[in-house]
């Protein structure tokens, strides 16, 4: 009985552990998201794509002997330039047109950028070799793979920095300035357009690390970003369109959810519970957990 | 409506043709797939189209249908029973999960559909009977009793049975009461709940009816494919791939949902064969690349886009030249990264420029026996800077990209309004245009109709509608509004009776101000006007009675409606009067009058005794008790603020040379006196004062008032001030009142300071509300507002009129 109490305790322990590595993974992937949203209210479905791309970067730097913690800061920058240009290109149009253009503009994006990545790498799970942090660290009862712990601190890192660039700097006071009123930003002498490709920009380098970071233990493929995207979409509603601490909220929570609701429920109605959960948050507050209305 | 109903007979005709001519195998599975992907964007575009509740998740209205089959063909039932029990299944499921997500706004709805399917989904996987992730097979069977067949012909005439039923709904949809409430929910859905319109009921009944025909198509899919699976009826997928076939045609159309149908079935199949099959990953290259396309040249899909034109087919190809050039100017415009605080983006400008000379082609002088079009300037405020669509000498234009960029005349006064430059009449409008398009092309258009004024008799009136910041004015102002927005949206049998109600409420307000009659019309006939005409050249003729109510809406949100009511009655009144005596504008000189215009052409005789004994029916007692208390607060604030700064003691600068800065949205006329702004920070020869709890602003000569301070003190109730070297405090003229003196003499003269707008005030004196598409404080009396050198009393209509709260897009 006590062994029993034991055990579930310590099973308690782990899922807990790992709900939080989990939900800090999804957040990795969601802050950049929330970020361009908050700015210039656009949902970029691509964003998964983006971070698809960031996978193959990283992937491709392993090939010629660079590693994906050695060529995080590389595959950053190369995201932050794709994301500065395609929003210069192509998302500042969209913004001209109704509000459903963004929506479907970037599912254009999306489609458009996996059927690129399908006809010039093919559909195959491509992993780096001699992966660094395979091991595990054993805390008690507690264990905890180390690619895992990178990612999650990882996370918390760039969700820390994020949130300070937003709120100390002179550049994220603007793109705050540009969130609140496009117009009056204009005449303050904030060159909102600038402010929002450097937004676009950023939120697309967040993906950038997300990506050298997966590689530690994901493999990719085309369709590799669409996974993790559509549980970022999740979160930053779930933890209000627009606010960085609601996405890490949001993704802790979606995180202990899944993993909880994986082990009690069966693995395949993983995410019952934070559809559930997303579900009876929004109908309560519409706007989300930390979301403006 | 013939014309549609002609297209479709043609298209049935096709098919039928089609399907009992052609033995090709393949044609015929691609016209079966592209009737089935029709019916079901159709299904989709009612909900996210129709109603503006984009969904990802509608494939489980189409797996009811499915499931519905195979359930009725493995427990030996008959698979026509599928279509009642998949139609029930679905427009059950729809209510269900339509009634608490549908009051979600935007993305949290459609993520809202992403969670509801993948519950679905699990539910179907996990719920015994149900086939599980396996799915079911269905036997094989002949004939119609079975719903089978050994040929593809008899499917294709099923499925087109089933495409012109929801092509003949729609076009029912499209002219009933629920079509006109689902796209004034969707333009603006507290414009439509204002007119009494409920959310919820109307998106249910909508979600409902669509759900059936997505049901019976996937009855049909079921019975042709004989296997019914999750992944291939409900995934995120088959979601996605509904939504974009409503969006590449163009959502919100009747066609829209056939043509993006035709596009994705000539790509996902046809380039796949062509190409050596899918999962090459060209067939997504190609389709993605298309949607990124339309998505950015074209947001309203490719029926909008021809739509557009063919609704003025007068001005269509006239619309294509301009369209094709402003694509090409489009694609061709450099996208540089530009340094900040070059302000004026001559790309947008370009565009702003060749949107407006498409309208200009469409009208052609269509409405005024004039063109529209003519000298127009974009100029940034804070620094001259101009972009105009011809060379001017006068502002030193220079030619870049398309367009001419100089510097404005110092003697220029900036505003949205028509202004002479250098001998020529121009439009002017100030930047940033407005970020909504329709609302940047209405300005636009409202603009150069006040350039046109003049030469087509309708010069600007002066109008002193001061009684509409009474509480008796606003009151049976609003009443008008309601009922005209009631009116504007009515099947046209009942349109009369509601323009009698409103012009019997205007009747009411002429008789307790006998100079309303006038001075309302003086500036219907101006600002009324041309707000009409931005709306009536921006709009297609079936959002033109949305647009209408909108414009009524946004109206009401404004803190005075002295100056912007006409902004707001325009439309409404061009809209009813363009359905009953089209030509109405030719008749029109100095001395017409609006609204004995609209009861003529009506045949209706308003009176003020109608307008008592139907205020009932628009009034339940709420907009008279909030009417009432609005005075009451003005008068108790109206009193405080006399005490404080009129009574004294007080402290007064004269603004000799300053700079201040102020919010134009919280701004209290008072009376005789000038207006209290509050916040306000002005610095200048007297140094800087820095008043959050506010300040009076006084006319004639300008001075800036606040409560005294204490003895010796250089702060008081509300302020500080910073006192510039050798300044001090003095005793003013009036006992008690002081005043600064400095040493040095202070400036005299100065026309050279810049009052910086706040923020807020930029916004809505920039002319950008969003819905309304133009300031009041545009017109044909310039308004040097926000750019009024501090030397300069304002006119007492600009501090008499506080500019509107922008009604920005909300954020959820």
């Not at chain 1, 392993?62 to 595959?75: D, E, F």
């Not at chain 2, 729809?94 to 679905?120: D, E, K, N, Q």
């Not at chain 2, 759900?211 to 899919?221: C, E, I, K, S």
């Not at chain 2, 590449?248 to 064969?273: E, N, R, S």
Request: glycine residues 10%; charged residues 15%.
């Amino acid at each position: 009985m006590a062994d029993a109490g034991v055990e579930a305790l310590s099973t308690f322990g782990q899922l807990l552990v790992s709900g939080l590595l989990t939900g800090l993974v999804f957040a990795l992937v969601a802050v950049g998201l929330t970020l361009i949203y908050g700015v210039m209210d656009v949902v970029n479905f691509a964003h998964g794509e983006f971070l698809m791309l960031a996978m193959y970067a990283t992937f491709g730097l392993a090939l010629v002997g660079i590693g994906p913690l050695v060529g995080l800061p590389l595959v950053v920058i190369a995201l932050l330039l794709f994301g500065i240009v395609v929003y210069r290109v192509f998302i500042r149009r969209l913004l001209a047109g109704p509000p459903e253009a963004t929506v479907f503009g970037t599912f254009g994006l999306l489609v458009l950028l996996q059927g690129i990545a399908q006809a010039s790498f093919s559909s195959d799970f491509l992993s780096i070799q001699n992966r660094p942090l395979q091991g595990v660290i054993r805390l008690g009862s507690v264990t905890v793979e180390q690619a895992t712990l990178a990612e999650g601190l990882g996370a918390l890192v760039l969700t820390a920095a994020l949130f300070a660039f937003v709120e100390y700097t002179e550049t994220g006071r603007a793109m705050r300035a540009v969130a609140e009123d496009r117009i009056a930003a204009t005449l303050m002498g904030i060159n909102v357009q600038g402010v929002n490709a450097t937004a676009f920009g950023i939120g697309s380098a967040c993906v950038g690390a997300a990506g050298a970071l997966l590689m530690l233990s994901y493999p990719v493929y085309p369709t590799a970003g669409a996974q993790f995207a559509l549980t970022a979409f999740v979160v930053v509603a779930l933890g209000g369109f627009g606010s960085i601490q609601g996405a890490l909220v949001g993704a802790l929570l979606v995180g202990l959810l899944e993993v909880f609701g994986g082990f009690y429920l069966a693995p395949e109605l993983k995410m019952v519970p934070v559809y559930v959960a997303y579900l009876a948050i929004v109908l309560l507050r519409p706007q989300g957990l930390l979301g403006r209305r | 409506m013939r014309a549609h109903l002609l297209a479709l007979g043609a298209i049935v005709a096709a098919c039928i043709a089609a399907a009992a001519g052609v033995h090709d195998a393949v044609l015929l599975d691609l016209l079966f797939t592209l009737l089935l992907y029709a019916v079901l964007g159709q299904s989709w575009n009612w909900i996210s189209g129709y109603a503006g509740n984009v969904s990802f998740g509608h494939a489980i209205f189409f797996a009811c249908g499915a499931y519905a089959a195979a359930l009725c063909v493995t427990h030996g039932l008959s698979p026509w029973l599928a279509f009642p029990a998949g139609a029930l299944a679905a427009a059950a499921l729809a209510a269900i999960t339509g009634f608490p997500t549908l009051a979600l706004r935007g993305h949290y709805f459609s993520i809202a559909t992403i969670a509801v399917a993948a519950l679905v989904d699990a539910f179907v996987r996990n719920v015994p009977g149900l086939g599980g992730a396996n799915g079911f097979e269905l036997p094989i069977a002949s004939g119609w009793a079975a719903l089978q067949f050994p040929a593809k012909g008899p499917y294709v005439l099923l499925a087109l049975v089933l495409f012109a039923a929801a092509q003949l709904a729609t076009i029912l949809l499209e002219r009933s009461r629920l079509g006109y409430y689902l796209r004034a929910l969707r333009a603006n859905h507290a414009a439509a709940a204002s007119v009494g319109i409920g959310e919820r009921r109307w998106k249910l009944i909508a979600f409902a009816w669509c759900a059936t025909f997505a049901a019976a198509a996937g009855v049909l899919y079921a019975q042709y494919t004989l296997f019914v699976d999750p992944p291939s009826t409900l995934s995120l997928g088959v979601s996605i791939d509904i939504a974009l076939i409503g969006v590449v045609g163009g959502i919100g159309t009747l066609w829209g949902p056939a043509v993006g149908a035709l596009v994705y079935v000539a790509l996902a199949k046809g380039v796949a064969l062509e190409l050596g099959g899918a999962g090459k990953g060209y067939d997504l290259v190609i389709y993605g690349a298309i949607i990124c396309a339309i998505a950015a040249l074209r947001p309203h899909g490719i029926v909008g886009t021809v739509v557009d034109a063919l609704r003025r087919r007068r001005g269509a190809l006239g619309a294509a030249a301009a369209a094709t050039a402003a694509c090409l100017l489009f694609v061709s415009a450099p996208a540089p990264l530009r340094a900040a605080g070059d302000a004026i983006d001559v790309a947008v400008a370009a565009r702003a420029f060749a949107d407006r000379s498409a309208e200009c082609a469409v009208d052609g002088g269509r409405l005024w026996g004039v063109s529209l079009c003519g000298p127009m300037v974009f100029v940034d405020p804070r620094t001259r800077e101009a972009v105009a669509n011809q060379a001017s000498p006068a502002m030193q234009t220079a030619p870049r990209d398309g367009v001419f960029v100089g510097t404005l005349p110092p003697d220029v006064g900036i505003a949205n309004t028509a202004v002479t430059i250098g001998g020529d009449r121009w439009s002017m409008v100030m930047w940033p245009l407005p970020d909504d398009p329709i609302a940047r092309r209405i300005l636009v258009m409202h603009e150069s109709w006040h350039r046109i004024q003049d030469r087509i008799g309708l010069p600007p009136q002066a109008a002193d509608n001061a009684h509409l910041d009474t509480a008796d004015g606003r009151y049976w102002l609003q009443m008008e509004w309601r009922a005209l927005a009631r009116a504007v949206i009515a099947p046209a049998d009942r349109r009369a009776a509601l323009v009698a109600d409103a012009l019997s409420f205007r009747a009411e307000r002429v008789e307790k101000f006998p100079d309303a009659a006038r001075n309302e019309n003086a500036l219907m006939l101006n600002e009324g006007l041309a707000e009409d005409t931005g709306v009536e050249l921006t709009t297609v003729a079936s959002d033109r009675a949305i647009r209408a109510v909108e414009e009524l809406a946004s109206g009401r949100r404004r803190t005075s409606f002295v100056r912007s009511f006409a902004y707001a009655s325009g439309p409404a009144y061009g809209a009813l009067l363009d359905s009953a005596t089209p030509g109405w504008r030719r008749r029109l000189n100095a001395h017409s009058d609006l609204a004995a215009m609209l009861a003529a052409a009506y045949h209706v005789r308003p009176s003020a005794a109608r307008a008592l004994a139907r205020a009932p029916a628009y009034d339940d007692g709420g907009l008279r008790i909030a009417e009432n208390q609005r005075a009451a607060e003005l008068a108790t604030r109206l009193a405080s603020i006399r005490a404080r700064y009129v009574e004294g003691p007080v402290l007064r600068i004269p603004l000799r040379d300053a700079n201040f800065q102020f919010d134009p949205n919280d701004v209290t006329p008072v009376p005789g006196q000038g207006s209290l702004y509050a916040p306000v920070t002005a610095s200048g020869w007297f140094g800087s004062l820095d008043a959050p709890a506010g300040a009076l602003m006084t006319n004639a000569p300008m001075t800036i008032v606040v409560p005294a301070p204490a003895p010796g003190a250089s702060s008081g109730d509300g302020w500080t001030l910073s006192l510039a070297a050798g300044c001090r405090i003095v005793p003013g003229e009036r006992a008690h009142d002081v005043t600064v003196a400095c040493g040095s003499p202070a400036p005299a003269t100065a026309a050279t300071s810049r009052p910086t707008p706040a923020p807020r005030g930029a916004r809505s004196a920039s002319g950008a509300t969003p819905a309304a598409g133009a300031s009041p404080a545009s017109g044909a009396t310039p308004l040097p507002f926000p750019t009024v050198p501090a030397s300069v009393a304002l006119p007492p209509s600009v501090l008499a009129s506080p500019t509107p709260a922008p009604s920005s897009s909300p954020k959820p």
